[in-house]
């Protein structure tokens, strides 16, 4: 229930110089507020309440982190309003016997800056921008006809925009949207609470019209724009081998795919191994030596022993020779007739698998590349299998570190799995050797999935000691692995310019 009591003349002079006025206080009034601002410096925070602001003094630091909601209390009202902070979340509320608590702090409501006669303009510092200059902000909050910014850089070189730019928190300003005139309307139903826009002054003043725009993108956001637009989307290999299947399908007298397209796509899933070869060490061994993941050190390797050296039979190689006759042959069924065409819809689309593959073979290449600011060397890459005449995938991460042992001169090394076998839930598998030991731990988000496994440890265990391992610790959780090594995620870029 909202009760209304007349304020003191005083206390509306002080709320409204507050950067958010609030029209109604009262004593013990309880307030849902959300920190925006804290300048631990100042002993300053600006908080939010009801899609309004309020600057907050308390008597010594609080270590409150920006997005963290509290309560506070009105505990006084004259001739300076003070508020109390009354509760905090459960999970960041501090030690109530520490004599610096949060709670135990008294808050002063601050007025904006004070205004003299002589220069008025700081109440506001765009007031001091000439027409044609330019500011950049920094959204703090967004209202329903208003703009909450943080004034943080000028593009303007002249002394007099610089010294616009206020310390503390004199730099945030209250826009509301008849201010603002957008280069692209669309551009403001697309803005969040953290987002940079450059203003440019069109008309000066206390409440000065401006020009808002998104700042123009970086380099590197152009790269990445650049890469998204070009590069084909990566796709897995079951889809690819899916997409084979037609292609050798056809009638002996049909002779809309030719021949040689027919053998690369036979030659491609002749190569794919079935699930039951996959238990063979040395299948598993060639599938991946032939993954494509090797294939440029292999054809160097080539190059140096011309004459002894000879090239595997590569993933990678096929895939080229596969989108290269595609390509022929879609520029022969280009201008032929309707029969003609149905093929070439089959061969498009079959290029565009093919591509996509090629795309998450490179970026698999890529992230397995030596990292010098890594004590481990990655290989990242995914390796296809027939499952009852289905295609699958099997992914893998094999981590293994450069410096050997100093105890029993082998090196320590990880390999990790992400399978999702028929009618079970995915499960991620990490298998590590350390000391000569082998360790084997196990997640899945399915609760029956979690329980398959954890029956059959002691199998997995007699199967360890049969080979002549020696078995460490097993395990198995519920949920997904996390992530212990930051080296194995992909790289934020896919250039460097210290090439």
């Not at 199967?463 to 692995?481: A, H, I, R, W, Y």
Request: aromatic share 4%; proline share 8%.
């Amino acid at each position: 229930m909202d009760i209304k009591l007349p304020l003191d003349a005083k206390l509306v002079m002080a709320l409204n110089k507050s950067s958010a006025s609030i029209s109604e206080l009262k004593l013990n009034q309880v307030l849902d507020a959300k920190i925006i601002t804290n300048q631990v410096m100042l002993n300053t925070l600006t908080v939010s309440v009801a899609d309004k602001t309020m600057t907050l003094q308390s008597q010594q630091a609080l270590t409150l982190p920006p997005g963290q909601t509290l309560q506070l209390q009105v505990v006084k009202l004259l001739p300076t309003p003070e508020l109390k902070i009354i509760a905090l979340p459960p999970s960041q509320s501090p030690n109530t016997s520490s004599p610096t608590a949060p709670e135990a702090q008294i808050l002063k409501l601050l007025p904006s800056p004070t205004a003299t006669v002589a220069a008025p303009a700081l109440s506001n510092p765009l007031a001091t921008l000439n027409p044609g200059e330019q500011i950049q902000a920094q959204i703090i909050n967004i209202g329903k006809h208003t703009l909450t910014v943080q004034l943080t850089s000028t593009q303007s070189d002249t002394q007099q925009t610089q010294s616009t730019v206020l310390p503390g928190g004199e730099n945030r300003v209250v826009l509301e949207s008849k201010q603002l005139q957008w280069s692209d309307p669309q551009t403001k139903s697309a803005l969040t609470v953290g987002s940079r826009i450059d203003l440019r002054i069109l008309k000066s003043g206390e409440r000065p019209l401006l020009s808002a725009s998104l700042p123009a993108p970086s380099i590197d956001e152009q790269i990445a724009t650049v890469f998204k637009q070009l590069l084909p989307v990566q796709v897995p290999p079951q889809q690819l081998l899916a997409q084979l299947a037609p292609l050798i399908q056809p009638a002996e007298n049909d002779k809309t795919v030719g021949e040689l397209l027919k053998q690369l796509a036979h030659e491609i899933l002749q190569q794919i191994p079935d699930k039951t070869k996959l238990f063979e060490p040395a299948t598993l061994k060639q599938a991946i030596a032939q993954s494509g993941l090797f294939m440029e050190r292999n054809l160097v390797e080539a190059e140096a022993k011309p004459a002894s050296f000879v090239l595997p039979d590569d993933f990678k190689l096929k895939l080229s020779k596969l989108i290269a006759r595609l390509g022929l042959e879609l520029a022969v069924l280009k201008d032929e007739n309707a029969a003609q065409q149905t093929a070439s819809e089959l061969l498009k689309e079959t290029l565009q698998k093919a591509q996509g593959n090629l795309a998450k073979l490179t970026l698999d290449q890529l992230n397995s590349l030596p990292r010098d600011d890594s004590p481990k060397q990655v290989w990242m890459l995914e390796l296809p299998f027939f499952n009852k005449a289905e295609p699958e995938t099997l992914q893998l991460i094999v981590e293994q570190d450069k410096q050997t042992n100093s105890e029993n001169g082998q090196k320590n090394w990880v390999v990790s799995i992400t399978i999702t076998p028929p009618e079970l839930a995915t499960i991620h598998c990490k298998v590590s050797c350390y000391d000569g030991s082998i360790n084997t731990r196990f997640w899945s988000e399915s609760t029956s999935t979690v329980d398959k496994i954890n029956a059959r440890l002691d199998y997995l265990r007699q199967q360890f000691e049969q080979k002549g391992l020696k078995p460490g610790f097993m395990d198995v959780q519920q949920g997904k692995p996390s992530q212990t090594h930051p080296q194995t995620l992909p790289p934020h870029s896919l250039l460097s310019e210290k090439v």
